[in-house]
């Protein structure tokens, strides 16, 4: 489904005015409907991997493959269509702040070329799975961090996609919240999509005992099916 | 390649989108709004200002004419005669013949309130006025050829005098006046409209600006540039919309207001018939300056943040 091989990414300036490593040779592959958690501290290379998930931006070197195709090689004419097949979930949510949550959901269906039918349809549906479906018709600013963590799910996984990528998508959240995403997560695990998690919270990792890659300095130190939170 | 289908509902979609962000954002509408109304003002004004000044140019040029004053012992068949055959010189755009007995009956009516002037005339006794022709050509330079045509030595025994040599630095001066105007005209709405151009341009870049974050999300996400770009084209397009029916009403009302009231400034000038006399232009400037700046600054403002 995935596949990162040797992948390096340099970024020429960092804070202090030197290039620095953000990964160094990452090698591994996710399969389809794997669920994988990616740990690691600070600046250990966890949403470089993503961004380059994403083709945000290119690595220095390597290559990465998306359901057999090299996403370095996808003209960025067609990269809309290569990022409707992924579902993103952020810390900090990028909801879009002049949309209401269902027209943030329903937005992603827009994109699709989704009918009007499909859309009222589904993303009531989708509402009732995360729990909001009473917090419609509110803006992001009006919603709890909770709340816009799971209209961010929502809008993630309303068009089906592929793989969803969750970038700490609990590090602003407090225990209640953190476990109603993780068992959401979960859920969509189960019914089929790839799910790559990546965060710092131990608690989550080790109550996961899913796959786990573990990333120290730009490189991957550990990779383990039922793996723990070790660093 | 979308289908024509897909491409309408697409359409709908950003036209929808762009609508209700539109009313959402009532304090940054208000600002847009008046800034293209700003723009959209200079335009009109530009526009009338030049037609102001066209006729005020006409009205100028109406008044410079020569006059040729014939001897006592003229034949009215002769000076007639004359009458024609400057009427054939191409340049000539009208004469017009003053016997004796109508500039008498002229100056008497002009100045009968006057007694000193009426008196004076019964002491001298008799008509003291010669006849003439008031001579009207297209431009000031034509002037000098019709006086040429004039000086010939078959007309010495019956002109008197032709009083375009006294006249022709007051001739010169309001010719060069009038097309100072309009170099000053047309050089003044060139700076201002550059101008107006600039602070719309800005505007708009600073909303897109504060927009960049929702960009960046909605190319996270998926979305295609030209839906992004969509509705920020259809809110350039309601702005400039919104801003020219305001403007429209504004002028129209205004000059409606001043009417014939401008009549003081310039002898005939009516602000209303002026701006009746454009009202399609003026639906035209006004919608095109207003939705063509509007969508064209979108489109430059945005492009840097659409770059893969």
Known sequence: MVKFQNISKIYPACPGGHPCVALDDVSFEIKPKEFVSIVGRSGAGKTTLFRLLLAEEMPTQGEIFFDGNDILNVKSKHLPLLRRQVGAVFQDYKLLPNKTAYENIAYIMEIIGASDEEISRDVSDVLEVVGLKNRANNFPAELSGGERQRVAIARALIHRPKVILADEPTGNLDPYNTSDIIQLLLKINEIGTTVILATHNKEIINYLQKRVITLDEGKVIRDEEKGRFVI | MSSPTNMYIDFQRVVKSAWKSFFRDGGMLAADIFIMLLVISAATSLLLLNDLS?????????????????????????????????????????????????????????????????????????????????????????????????????????????????????????????????????????????????????????????????????????????????????????????????????????????????????????????????????????????IGIGVISSLIAIRKYLKA
Do not use: C
């Not at chain 2, 029916?245 to 009417?259: D, K, T």
């Open chain 2, 54 to 290: 066209n006729f005020l140019a006409a009205e100028l040029q109406k008044k410079v004419d020569i006059s040729v004053y014939f001897k006592e012992a003229s034949l009215e068949s002769d000076i007639l005669t004359l009458k024609e055959d400057i009427e054939k010189i191409p340049e000539v755009k009208g004469v017009e013949y003053l016997s004796k007995e109508k500039a008498f009956d002229y100056f008497t009516e002009k100045h009968s309130d006057n007694p000193i002037l009426m008196e004076a005339l019964i002491e001298v006794g008799v008509n003291p006025f010669l006849a003439s022709l008031n001579i009207q050509a297209f431009t000031a330079s034509q002037y000098q050829a019709v006086a040429d045509f004039l000086a010939k030595p078959d007309f010495k025994n019956i002109i008197e005098k032709v009083d375009y040599y006294q006249r022709k630095p007051i001739i010169d001066r309001i010719f060069s006046l009038t097309s100072n105007l309009k170099t000053a005209g047309i050089l003044f709405s060139i700076i201002l409209a550059f101008i107006s151009i600039l602070v719309a341009f800005n505007t708009i870049r600073l909303a897109i600006y504060n927009a960049r974050e929702e960009i960046k999300i909605q190319r996270l996400v998926g979305a295609s540039n030209w839906f992004i770009r969509g509705p920020f084209l259809a809110q350039g397009v309601i702005t400039g919309f919104f801003a020219a029916v305001i403007a429209f009403f504004l002028f129209f009302s205004g000059s409606f207001l001043v009417g014939a009231k401008a009549g003081f400034l310039f002898t005939g000038f009516n602000a209303f018939n002026l701006f009746m006399s454009n009202f399609w232009l003026l639906i035209f400037v006004q919608l095109l300056t207003g």
